[in-house]
T-cell receptor, first 109, second 114 residues
Framework: AQRVTQPEKLLSVFKGAPVELKCNYS??????LFWYVQYSRQRLQLLLR??SRESIKGFTADLNKGETSFHLKKPFAQEEDSAMYYC???????????FGKGTKLTVNP | NAGVTQTPKFQVLKTGQSMTLQCAQDMNHEYMSWYRQDPGMGLRLIHY???????DQGEVPNGYNVSRSTTEDFPLRLLSAAPSQTSVYFC?????????????FGPGTRLTVL
């Protein structure tokens, strides 16, 4: 069965420090992976997806099939990055997403 | 475009009452889904639909019904509310295609069952 694990419920860093939000997945097929973000009092929205291989708001994520990971990284965290981050796995052949339990990132001044 | 809209924003029910959470999208998306968000549990899929007239169960379907009579609307019905259904409910929609597409989320409905 498909599964997404985000081992950290809470992550706290200082402004300007590097940040890494971990995501591991379990899937027998070819995975499609996403990071969604929910800022305070805003809707859940797509941050980035692995097939686009782009940097959004300074965040990057690389799919490592050997380690079945899709960690989200940013070299210098900003206070506005404070939010709830969800890693999600797409099931091949459908639009269904399996979400991890989320990591709440707090960037302190 | 309004995107994905949900009503109501807040609702308080008594155990045993029924109600319908409304969801609509104006992007002509084929795929629509309902999730519940609980602390420490992330988002869990309740029901989903790949087009008008087609629905299927997700991970946590018990106690909920859905229907999809039009492309735009995807209401979620609570048949007999229970305290365990206290949660924040999100509706989402996306295009359908060969790759998994970006899902667009509504603002959520915060439901409390007493």
């Amino acid at each position: 069965a498909q599964r997404v694990t985000q081992p950290e419920k809470l992550l706290s860093v200082f402004k300007g420090a590097p940040v890494e939000l971990k995501c591991n997945y379990s899937y027998s097929g070819s995975p499609e992976l996403f990071w969604y973000v929910q800022y305070s009092r805003q809707r859940l929205q797509l941050l980035l997806r692995h097939i686009s291989r782009e940097s959004i708001k300074g965040f990057t994520a690389d799919l490592n099939k050997g380690e079945t990971s899709f960690h989200l990284k940013k070299p210098f965290a900003q206070e506005e990055d404070s939010a709830m981050y969800y890693c999600a796995l797409g099931e091949g052949g459908s639009e269904k997403l399996v979400f991890g339990k989320g990591t709440k990132l707090t960037v302190n001044p | 475009n309004a995107g994905v809209t949900q009503t109501p924003k807040f609702q308080v029910l008594k155990t045993g009452q029924s109600m319908t959470l409304q969801c609509a999208q104006d992007m002509n998306h084929e795929y629509m889904s309902w999730y519940r968000q609980d602390p420490g549990m992330g988002l869990r899929l309740i029901h989903y639909s790949v087009g008008a007239g087609i629905t299927d169960q997700g991970e946590v379907p018990n106690g909920y019904n859905v229907s999809r009579s039009t492309t735009e609307d995807f209401p979620l019905r609570l048949l007999s509310a229970a305290p365990s259904q206290t949660s924040v409910y999100f509706c989402a929609s996306s295009r359908s295609g060969e790759a998994v597409n970006e899902q667009f989320f509504g603002p959520g409905t915060r439901l409390t069952v007493l």
